[in-house]
Every structure is written in structure tokens, then in C-alpha cells.
């Protein structure tokens, strides 16, 4: 069973704070990884996307990844109002083609 | 990226009636992928498009309830056949190119089964 789990949300931060959003998978083989955002009846969209272990930043959002416990996290720095939506954390599995499994999501509430 | 376009963007169906979804992409492809997305819930692979042969079905899919088309390499439809309520969702296109491992999704159909 090829699985990808995160934190169960939903989490409530307050404006300005760090965001940290986690994913763990299952599949030790697993090379690519993604977080996509949902707002509320769209689709996803993504937003970043890590293949080496260590840190990869864009902007307010560093992707973190170590291979070796098999876990990825997501943080949202200087967290807004627009940043309230759903993460999808999405793994890419080995000879999988290129098909994803994405976790069950968590809910990110910004407080103002 | 890509620009992805589904139709309907929503229907309300009857039960036991088809609906066949269109995802059209603005250049061509690699890989086209149908997912669904059951209320609350997150992302599930219904099936790989693959063009010029049968798609590839994930566990607990099957042909005859979710027959899939790609005639090209911009192009391709689900149909969600025989529908009952347990069919209400969203279902989305997404679209991958070789040359990159992401996925773009297109904007989803949203599917309410009275």
C-alpha cells in the first residue's frame, strides 16, 4: 500500500507567524515531491516541488525533504490571510510513471 | 505550465444517465491523467490517458463505469456512465509533459447525481 499522510488540520495560525505543514510517505523509493494549494472549490495549483534532500526555497515557502525518514514539510513564513487554503502534499512513486499519490490534505486557517 | 479547460465546469445528472467530460489542453502532452475528488476528501486516481490505446485504470476503477478517450495529444473525455448518487464529485484533468514530472490540473467538473 503506497501511502502519503500529513498532519490532520485543520491548523489556525495567526497572521504574520510561520506555517509548518508535514508530510510522511511510505514508498522509500519515492524521488519527486510536491505541494499543490486548494482553495475552496478550485483546483489544485502548485506551488513547489522538491527532489534533493535539505531545503528549497521560494519566496514565503521553504520545502524541507529528508529521504532517509521519509518525510517532507512545507513552511509558510510571514503567513497572510490569502495563505488560508488546502495543502495537498503529492508524491511521485518510483516506476510509477508518472502518477501521483497525494496525501489526505490539511487545512491551513490564517488569522487576522 | 499549461492551460487546461474542462467541460461542463458543473452538471446536476440523473441516476442512471452518462455524462461525458471533456479536458482540452492548449499544446501537446505527454501524459493526461482523470482524477476524483469526492466532497472533503482529497485527490484520487481514476485512470492514465493514454493516447492511441486504453487507459490505465487505478485499483477500483473499471472500464465500464469510467471509459476514457484520447484521440490526441491535447485531447481527451471520461465518461461517468450508469450514474447513482455515490458519483457526485469533482473530477479532474491533469496534464504532465515528459520533459517535467509536474502535474497542471485543469479546473475541474463538479458533478451532483440526483
Known amino acids: 500500500q503506497k501511502e502519503v499522510e500529513q498532519n490532520s488540520g485543520p491548523l489556525s495560525v495567526p497572521e504574520g507567524a510561520i506555517a509548518s505543514l508535514n508530510c510522511t510517505y511510505s514508498?522509500?523509493?519515492?524521488?519527486?515531491f510536491f505541494w499543490y494549494r486548494q482553495y475552496s472549490g478550485k483546483s489544485p495549483e502548485l506551488i513547489m516541488s522538491?527532489?534533493?534532500?535539505g531545503d528549497k526555497e521560494d519566496g514565503r515557502f521553504t520545502a524541507q525533504l529528508n529521504k532517509a525518514s521519509q518525510y517532507v514539510s512545507l513552511l509558510i513564513r510571514d503567513s497572510q490571510p490569502s495563505d488560508s487554503a488546502t495543502y495537498l502534499c503529492?508524491?511521485?512513486?518510483?516506476?510509477?510513471?508518472?502518477?501521483?499519490?497525494f496525501g489526505p490534505g490539511t487545512r491551513l486557517s490564517v488569522l487576522p | 505550465s499549461a492551460v487546461i479547460s474542462q467541460k461542463p465546469s458543473r452538471d446536476i445528472c440523473q441516476r442512471g444517465t452518462s455524462l461525458t467530460i471533456q479536458c482540452q489542453v492548449d499544446?501537446?502532452?505527454?501524459?493526461m491523467f482523470w482524477y476524483r475528488q469526492q466532497p472533503g476528501q482529497s485527490l484520487t486516481l481514476i485512470a492514465t490517458?493514454?493516447?492511441?490505446?486504453?487507459?490505465?485504470?487505478e485499483s477500483g476503477f473499471v472500464i465500464d463505469k469510467f471509459p476514457i478517450s484520447r484521440p490526441n495529444l491535447t485531447f481527451s473525455t471520461l465518461t461517468v456512465s450508469n450514474m447513482s448518487p455515490e458519483d457526485s464529485s469533482i473530477y479532474l484533468c491533469?496534464?504532465?509533459?515528459?520533459?517535467?514530472?509536474?502535474?497542471?490540473f485543469g479546473p475541474g467538473t463538479r458533478l451532483l447525481v440526483l
Open positions: 490517458a493514454n493516447q492511441g490505446s486504453e487507459a490505465t485504470y
Open positions: 499544446s501537446q502532452v505527454t501524459m
Open positions: 491533469s496534464v504532465a509533459r515528459s520533459s517535467e514530472e509536474t502535474q497542471y
Open positions: 522538491i527532489y534533493s534532500n
Open positions: 503529492a508524491v511521485m512513486l518510483d516506476n510509477y510513471g508518472q502518477n501521483f499519490v
Open positions: 514508498d522509500r523509493g519515492s524521488q519527486s
